[in-house]
């Protein structure tokens, strides 16, 4: 962990921390790399795999988020860096095995080769496998939260997000989305494929500063709409962006039929979702103020991005 953050912060220190992306991917690739060590008894070439996955790439939304929330609430820093570098580590797992042949079979990821093509199939399901077991370790560590119950609670609930009722249930709609093509199912599985993750960077952060569950309601609140308006910007970007700032292939999701917002409600009226979900994005936020400025920031980020 770098020195800036390695502990309590100063007075003033987090103000407007998720505005800061440069110095938070810093502090997250430090968190993330110091958990995968440099023990000699390891293989290096699924140490190395696990580096290319995770560190140095990606907007780091995901960390923000987490950030933006635990200063608004008060929670510590250096807890709060290492349940964001946690989520990092579940992020990049996800892309790892999406990426797969037997998934997505994509051969690009964030402008470089997918994990698969750069080292093997085997060490890509090994490293992602890896991944995930680290953000566990790195959520269960003391240097987390002082309290075993908090740090139960925050495992508990990202082994939530991961299984049937999130992520992997999400993957199974998308790849087996039946016959037919409805909103109702859509939004299902935009709510667990990348909603779950995104719900969890709130519920984490509130879980971290033990905040009460009125606000905890309004932030969650906040945190299913922008979960569903980041998918379907997903969807609206792999329709009409531009590969080059994308990073990735495009246009595969219409190609093969998948159930996507796009699919299911056409590029403008997706887009008008996307613009309505911001706007309660918002509204879920009034009663914190100013104070809750990185969040506003961060819907507006998810609605207008490019990539």
């Known amino acids: 962990m770098s020195g800036q953050h390695s502990g309590e912060a100063k007075p003033g220190e987090e103000e407007n921390a998720a505005s800061r992306p440069t110095e938070l991917r810093r502090d997250i690739d430090a968190v993330i790399d110091q958990a995968i060590g440099t023990s000699p008894s390891r293989h290096q070439r699924l140490a190395d795999a696990m ?10 939304f995901r960390a923000m988020l987490v950030i933006a929330v635990s200063d608004l609430l008060g929670a510590r820093r250096g807890g709060a860096l290492r349940v964001a570098a946690a989520i990092e580590c579940v992020h990049a797992q996800s892309l790892v095995h999406d990426d797969l042949p037997c998934m997505d079979d994509d051969d690009l990821r964030r402008g470089k080769p997918t994990l698969h093509r750069a080292f093997d199939e085997a060490t890509a399901v090994l490293a992602g496998d890896a991944l995930l077991a680290l ?10 939260h002082p309290e075993a119950a908090v740090r139960g609670d925050l495992v508990l609930k990202l082994a939530r997000t991961m299984g049937q009722d999130g992520l992997a249930g999400g993957q199974m709609l998308d790849l087996f989305p039946g016959d037919q093509i409805s909103s109702e199912a859509m939004i299902l599985c935009e709510m667990r494929k990348t909603g779950a ?4 960077c709130v519920e984490a952060a509130a879980i971290l500063a033990g905040c009460d569950d009125g606000q905890r309601r ?14 379907i910007r997903d969807d609206i970007l792999d329709m ?33 979702s996307a613009a309505h979900l911001e706007r309660d994005c918002h509204e879920a936020l009034i009663g914190f103020g100013s104070q809750a400025s990185a969040l506003h920031d961060l819907a507006a980020f998810a609605f207008q991005r490019m990539h």
């Open 240 to 272: 009409s962006g531009d590969e080059k700032l994308v990073g990735k292939g495009l246009r595969k999701d219409t190609a093969q039929g998948k159930n996507t917002a796009t699919a299911c409600l056409g590029l403008e009226d997706a887009n008008l």
């Open 51 to 60: 580096r290319y996955a995770a560190l140095g790439a990606g907007k780091r």
């Open 197 to 200: 993750l995104i719900r969890y």
């Open 135 to 144: 953000a566990f370790e790195i959520l269960s560590d003391p240097r987390t």
């Open 218 to 231: 309004k932030l969650m609140s906040f945190a299913e709409k922008l979960g569903l308006m980041f998918q």
